[in-house]
């Protein structure tokens, strides 16, 4: 019997970017344990010179390749170039692009880069970054109604890099540290344009994480930030907030960023959608 490989040489080709095409690599390996992928990025591949010399690179270095490739031509080219190297060659955007294309009864328009236009969207998400950043960690709390998003949670239940995460998906996301000694601003508990989630976690989890935390700087990993009392305190301090206020609240214990950005992102959907009604 042939034992299974454990390496693999992976080819992310594309004639733009590849930004694309990462993601979805990204996605894909992250299904698989216990293989050692080998990555090589081909970005930006629109001559039949390069074309020639990332093929020779990809004879040497044999795996699978994945490409995002709009001109048929070139298309052809690497799909024979593979083929004659016995290598599987997928366009990994060609199903979802034949799907729609055949609900809309309409073929789609080839054009390089084309998913990376600097349309209104774009700008969207420079904006909203910047506004995020400004408005990190309760900073600028004049500006909370620009928001679309405001996240509240006590320290360490991954408010800043879920609203950098929402940001990039061009929602501009302020957050704020809910801290019993220290309450929040007034204005918390009059806006009526962003959606305030209230994020919170297990007990158990968030000691866990701040002494991680106090250990990366060195300090010490005992104190009143990681006192377990404490810490529970804190905890209903932020969930009586989240109740009286009736805000939608989401426990980060077993989410990734992803996760929770994703939960973060179906509450406005579901209030936008309960706008228009």
């Not at 344990?33 to 074309?51: A, Q």
């Not at 960690?137 to 239940?157: P, Y």
């Not at 209903?236 to 609240?249: N, Y």
Request: net charge negative; with cysteine; aromatic share 6%.
């Amino acid at each position: 019997m042939t034992a299974e490989p454990t390496r693999l040489h992976l080819h992310l080709l594309s004639d733009s970017t590849g930004e694309t095409l990462e993601n979805i690599a990204k996605a894909v390996l992250s299904q698989f344990d216990g293989v050692e992928i080998i990555k090589h990025f081909w970005p930006l591949v629109r001559s039949d010179g390069h074309l020639d010399r990332v093929a020779n690179e990809i004879a040497r270095r044999q795996g699978l390749v994945l490409y995002t490739v709009a001109d048929p031509e070139m298309r052809a080219k690497l799909e024979a170039k593979s083929h004659a190297l016995g290598l599987r060659a997928i366009s990994v955007l060609d199903p979802v692009v034949d799907a729609v294309s055949a609900v809309l009864g309409r073929r789609a328009t080839a054009s390089v880069g084309r998913q990376h236009v600097l349309d209104d969207a774009y700008f969207s998400r420079v904006e909203a970054i910047h506004y995020t950043i400004a408005c990190d960690d309760g900073a600028n709390h004049e500006n909370w109604d620009q928001a679309d998003i405001l996240l509240a949670g006590v320290s360490r239940t991954s408010k800043t890099p879920t609203s950098i995460y929402l940001a990039n998906r061009g929602y501009r996301t302020a957050n704020i540290p809910l801290v019993p000694e220290s309450p929040p601003p007034d204005k918390i508990y009059h806006l009526s344009g962003p959606l305030v989630v209230g994020l919170t976690t297990s007990p158990d989890r968030l000691i866990q994480i701040r002494r991680n935390r106090l250990l990366s700087l060195n300090q010490a990993p005992e104190t009143s930030y990681v006192d377990h009392d404490r810490v529970q305190a804190e905890l209903a301090f932020a969930r009586r907030i989240f109740a009286d206020q009736g805000w939608p609240v989401i426990d980060v214990t077993r989410r990734s960023i992803e996760e929770t950005a994703a939960a973060v992102i179906k509450l406005v959907e579901e209030r936008r959608q309960g706008e228009k009604v």
